[in-house]
Protein backbone atom coordinates (compact mmCIF):
# COMPACT_ATOMS: atom_id res chain seq x y z
CA UNK A 1 0.00 0.00 0.00
CA UNK A 2 1.45 3.42 -0.77
CA UNK A 3 1.87 5.81 2.05
CA UNK A 4 -0.05 9.18 1.53
CA UNK A 5 -0.74 12.07 3.15
CA UNK A 6 -4.65 10.96 3.43
CA UNK A 7 -3.61 7.78 4.76
CA UNK A 8 -1.18 8.77 7.25
CA UNK A 9 -4.17 11.46 8.24
CA UNK A 10 -6.40 8.30 8.75
CA UNK A 11 -4.61 5.99 10.46
CA UNK A 12 -3.85 9.63 12.97
CA UNK A 13 -7.44 9.83 13.32
CA UNK A 14 -8.00 6.22 14.20
CA UNK A 15 -5.65 6.28 16.78
CA UNK A 16 -6.93 9.33 18.27
CA UNK A 17 -10.30 7.57 18.12
CA UNK A 18 -9.27 4.44 19.99
CA UNK A 19 -7.22 6.61 22.35
CA UNK A 20 -10.21 8.53 23.64
CA UNK A 21 -12.46 5.01 23.33
CA UNK A 22 -9.54 3.36 26.04
CA UNK A 23 -10.11 6.89 27.91
CA UNK A 24 -13.89 6.46 28.00
CA UNK A 25 -13.83 3.14 28.81
CA UNK A 26 -10.97 3.75 31.93
CA UNK A 27 -13.22 6.70 33.10
CA UNK A 28 -16.38 4.65 32.93
CA UNK A 29 -14.84 1.70 34.81
CA UNK A 30 -12.94 3.89 37.52
CA UNK A 31 -16.83 5.03 38.49
CA UNK A 32 -17.87 1.70 39.21
CA UNK A 33 -17.28 0.12 42.72
CA UNK A 34 -14.82 -2.11 43.34
CA UNK A 35 -15.83 -5.43 44.19
CA UNK A 36 -12.41 -6.74 43.94
CA UNK A 37 -10.98 -5.32 47.22
CA UNK A 38 -11.37 -7.06 51.04
CA UNK A 39 -15.39 -6.10 52.16
CA UNK A 40 -15.26 -3.38 55.39
CA UNK A 41 -17.68 -5.84 57.12
CA UNK A 42 -16.08 -8.81 56.02
CA UNK A 43 -16.76 -11.87 53.54
CA UNK A 44 -20.06 -14.24 54.99
CA UNK A 45 -21.21 -17.64 53.76
CA UNK A 46 -24.21 -18.64 53.57
CA UNK A 47 -26.62 -21.61 52.32
CA UNK A 48 -29.42 -22.39 51.52
CA UNK A 49 -31.71 -23.20 54.25
CA UNK A 50 -29.44 -21.09 56.56
CA UNK A 51 -30.34 -20.31 59.86
CA UNK A 52 -30.44 -18.04 61.80
CA UNK A 53 -32.89 -16.38 59.64
CA UNK A 54 -32.58 -13.16 58.59
CA UNK A 55 -29.02 -13.25 59.16
CA UNK A 56 -28.11 -10.01 59.96
CA UNK A 57 -25.48 -7.18 60.36
CA UNK A 58 -25.39 -3.85 61.67
CA UNK A 59 -23.21 -1.26 59.60
CA UNK A 60 -22.79 2.14 58.56
CA UNK A 61 -24.02 3.25 55.47
CA UNK A 62 -23.20 5.56 52.91
CA UNK A 63 -19.55 7.00 51.59
CA UNK A 64 -18.30 9.57 49.68
CA UNK A 65 -19.47 8.26 46.26
CA UNK A 66 -22.52 8.98 44.01
CA UNK A 67 -23.77 6.27 42.31
CA UNK A 68 -25.82 6.74 39.57
CA UNK A 69 -28.26 4.81 36.95
CA UNK A 70 -25.18 3.85 34.68
CA UNK A 71 -25.25 0.93 37.17
CA UNK A 72 -28.36 -0.13 36.10
CA UNK A 73 -32.00 0.54 36.77
CA UNK A 74 -32.87 1.79 40.42
CA UNK A 75 -29.13 2.77 41.65
CA UNK A 76 -28.40 5.82 43.71
CA UNK A 77 -27.46 7.22 46.65
CA UNK A 78 -23.92 7.59 47.92
CA UNK A 79 -21.68 4.66 48.95
CA UNK A 80 -18.15 3.60 50.16
CA UNK A 81 -17.43 2.61 46.20
CA UNK A 82 -13.43 1.59 47.37
CA UNK A 83 -15.10 -1.74 48.74
CA UNK A 84 -18.32 -3.58 49.29
CA UNK A 85 -19.82 -3.58 52.92
CA UNK A 86 -20.34 -7.21 52.91
CA UNK A 87 -19.55 -10.28 50.02
CA UNK A 88 -21.87 -13.15 50.40
CA UNK A 89 -20.88 -16.02 49.08
CA UNK A 90 -24.80 -17.73 48.46
CA UNK A 91 -25.25 -21.37 48.21
CA UNK A 92 -28.80 -21.59 46.38
CA UNK A 93 -31.50 -23.22 46.84
CA UNK A 94 -35.35 -23.96 45.47
CA UNK A 95 -35.92 -20.08 48.03
CA UNK A 96 -35.82 -16.84 46.87
CA UNK A 97 -33.37 -14.67 48.15
CA UNK A 98 -34.31 -11.17 49.62
CA UNK A 99 -31.57 -8.64 50.51
CA UNK A 100 -32.81 -5.87 52.45
CA UNK A 101 -31.76 -2.86 54.74
CA UNK A 102 -33.37 -1.16 57.81
CA UNK A 103 -32.88 2.47 58.93
CA UNK A 104 -33.94 5.47 60.38
CA UNK A 105 -32.06 7.11 57.49
CA UNK A 106 -33.32 7.46 53.72
CA UNK A 107 -30.90 4.25 52.59
CA UNK A 108 -29.92 2.25 49.17
CA UNK A 109 -28.89 -1.02 47.86
CA UNK A 110 -25.84 -1.36 45.45
CA UNK A 111 -25.37 -5.25 44.78
CA UNK A 112 -23.23 -7.04 42.33
CA UNK A 113 -24.42 -10.44 41.66
CA UNK A 114 -22.68 -13.82 40.57
CA UNK A 115 -23.85 -12.96 36.83
CA UNK A 116 -21.83 -9.39 37.04
CA UNK A 117 -24.85 -7.62 36.63
CA UNK A 118 -25.60 -4.47 39.17
CA UNK A 119 -28.87 -4.81 41.19
CA UNK A 120 -30.27 -1.75 42.81
CA UNK A 121 -33.13 -0.36 44.77
CA UNK A 122 -34.04 2.66 46.89
CA UNK A 123 -37.30 3.06 48.83
CA UNK A 124 -39.12 -0.55 48.10
CA UNK A 125 -40.59 -0.32 51.78
CA UNK A 126 -40.92 3.31 53.05
CA UNK A 127 -37.82 4.68 52.64
CA UNK A 128 -35.38 1.50 52.98
CA UNK A 129 -35.05 -1.13 49.87
CA UNK A 130 -35.17 -4.38 49.09
CA UNK A 131 -33.57 -6.06 46.33
CA UNK A 132 -35.08 -10.38 45.53
CA UNK A 133 -33.44 -12.43 43.53
CA UNK A 134 -36.37 -15.05 42.66
CA UNK A 135 -34.33 -17.59 41.20
CA UNK A 136 -30.81 -16.89 42.74
CA UNK A 137 -27.84 -18.32 41.77
CA UNK A 138 -24.88 -19.57 43.66
CA UNK A 139 -21.65 -17.45 44.08
CA UNK A 140 -20.39 -14.06 45.09
CA UNK A 141 -22.80 -11.26 45.69
CA UNK A 142 -20.88 -7.71 47.04
CA UNK A 143 -22.99 -5.69 48.49
CA UNK A 144 -23.47 -2.33 49.16
CA UNK A 145 -25.36 -0.06 51.67
CA UNK A 146 -25.53 3.02 50.38
CA UNK A 147 -27.28 6.89 51.51
CA UNK A 148 -29.96 8.41 49.61
CA UNK A 149 -29.46 12.22 49.32
CA UNK A 150 -25.99 12.78 51.01
CA UNK A 151 -22.39 11.74 51.67
CA UNK A 152 -23.34 11.37 55.47
CA UNK A 153 -22.89 7.75 56.92
CA UNK A 154 -25.81 6.72 59.14
CA UNK A 155 -26.41 3.11 60.94
CA UNK A 156 -28.37 0.42 59.20
CA UNK A 157 -28.92 -2.61 59.45
CA UNK A 158 -28.72 -5.45 56.64
CA UNK A 159 -30.92 -8.16 56.44
CA UNK A 160 -30.64 -11.16 54.11
CA UNK A 161 -33.35 -13.90 54.35
CA UNK A 162 -34.78 -16.72 52.16
CA UNK A 163 -38.23 -15.59 54.16
CA UNK A 164 -40.62 -13.07 52.77
CA UNK A 165 -39.80 -10.32 54.52
CA UNK A 166 -43.14 -8.40 53.99
Known sequence: MKRTKENTL???????MALCLLTVTSTALA???DWTTEPSY??????????PDPWVQSLQAGGATEVNGKLGPGCTGYIMASAPDIDL?????????YITVESSADTTLVINAPDGRWYCNDDFVGLDPLVLFQNPA??????????HGNDQ?????LKITELNPM
Open 89 to 97: HYDAGSMPL
Open 42 to 51: GSHHLSAGFT
Open 138 to 147: SGMYNIWVGV
Open 10 to 16: QVARLGL
Open 153 to 157: LQPAT
Open 31 to 33: QEP
